[in-house]
């Protein structure tokens, strides 16, 4: 099965502003993982909050036999007040 990388344009999130972001070790299938937090929250915090991603991304890929189809990367954003109100964008869901 091949996955194809275009999607719909609501699905793209962009984020701008000094953030503190942490790189994922633990690469599920080999895909970039990065976590981004407003300027002030600790990386401790914020690898911490995220810690479960891989896990997560695993499991789902196992329960329903399909890998993640965006292969290029996978970054998360928590960020208060902001206007994404959790939107699962396809590769920077916002928090």
Same mark, same amino acid.
């Given at each position: 099965?091949?996955? &194809?990388?275009?999607?719909?344009?609501?699905? *793209? &999130?962009?984020? !701008?502003?000094?953030?503190? $972001?942490? *790189?994922?070790?633990?690469?599920?299938?080999?895909?970039?993982?990065?976590?981004?937090?407003? @300027?002030? *929250?600790?990386?401790?915090?914020?690898?911490?909050?995220?810690?479960?991603?891989? $896990?997560?991304?695993?499991?789902? @890929?196992?329960? *329903?036999?399909?890998?993640?189809?965006?292969?290029?990367?996978?970054?998360?954003?928590? &960020?208060?007040? $902001?206007? !994404? $109100?959790?939107?699962?964008?396809?590769?920077?869901?916002?928090?």
């Amino acid at each position: 099965m091949e996955f &194809c990388t275009s999607y719909p344009s609501y699905l *793209i &999130c962009f984020a !701008v502003g000094n953030f503190t $972001s942490v *790189i994922e070790e633990d690469h599920p299938n080999g895909i970039d993982m990065k976590y981004f937090g407003v @300027e002030g *929250i600790s990386p401790t915090n914020l690898s911490l909050t995220f810690s479960n991603t891989p $896990s997560i991304m695993r499991y789902i @890929e196992n329960k *329903i036999g399909l890998p993640f189809p965006y292969k290029e990367k996978y970054y998360q954003l928590v &960020c208060p007040l $902001s206007v !994404v $109100s959790a939107m699962e964008n396809s590769t920077l869901p916002g928090l």
